[in-house]
């Protein structure tokens, strides 16, 4: 057990935590949800990091980090819709979320014929990522109708923007051993 591997299973039990919070009957629940998630999305970077710089990269930690940011986004977003009730925020989210399911099953597929570098994390991947996490943390720190709130409404049609596209990377460079079967 390595400092970037607690820090993936501390995500993973921020999630009940940040879950809990979201749904007290008190206005400040608004803003706590949004920095518990803000906290997950750090380590998020932060152990990515460390386990590259201090070479503890784990099979372990390869496993988890993925799962631990999708059970973070799913949730957050899950969340959002439920508190929005808005198509606005369901269609991105979903678009999200199913974005996710495809590409852990695509990488998981590779993986078992031996390519999972044929789709690692790409640079729009990336800056997906950075949209879609600030966009959460501005839903959740603000209530719907907010104008923040409505600021991260646009973010995170931009992370579904550049999700799709992400999608296409990855299925574009898959595409061989995806037609080959």
């Given at each position: 057990?390595?400092?970037?591997?607690?820090?993936?299973?501390?995500?993973?039990?921020?999630?009940?935590?940040f879950l809990l919070v979201f749904f007290m009957p008190f206005q400040w629940a608004y803003m706590a949800s949004a920095v518990i998630f803000a906290v997950a999305a750090v380590?998020?970077?932060l152990d990515g990091f460390l386990a590259r710089r201090w070479?503890?990269?784990?099979?372990?930690?390869?496993?988890?980090?993925?799962?631990?940011?999708?059970?973070?986004?799913?949730g957050a977003l899950a969340v959002l819709i439920h508190d929005?009730?808005?198509?606005?925020?369901?269609?991105?989210?979903?678009?999200?979320?199913?974005?996710?399911?495809?590409?852990s099953a695509l990488r998981?597929?590779?993986a078992e014929m031996g390519k999972r570098a044929s789709v690692a994390v790409s640079l729009v991947g990336k800056v997906k990522t950075g949209f879609q996490m600030v966009a959460i943390v501005m839903l959740l720190a603000y209530p719907p109708g907010e104008p923040v709130a409505m600021a991260g409404l646009a973010m995170l049609a931009v992370a579904a923007a550049l999700t799709l596209w992400s999608m296409c990377v990855y299925l574009?460079?898959?595409?061989?051993?995806?037609?080959?079967?």
């Open positions: 057990m390595n400092l970037p591997n607690i820090l993936t299973f501390s995500r993973i039990a921020m999630i009940p935590l380590t998020d970077w070479d503890q990269s784990t099979p372990l930690g390869a496993f988890l980090d993925p799962v631990a940011d999708k059970l973070m986004v799913a929005y009730g808005s198509l606005f925020l369901t269609i991105p989210g979903i678009v999200i979320i199913g974005r996710e399911i495809v590409i998981e597929w590779m574009k460079a898959a595409w061989e051993e995806i037609s080959a079967t």
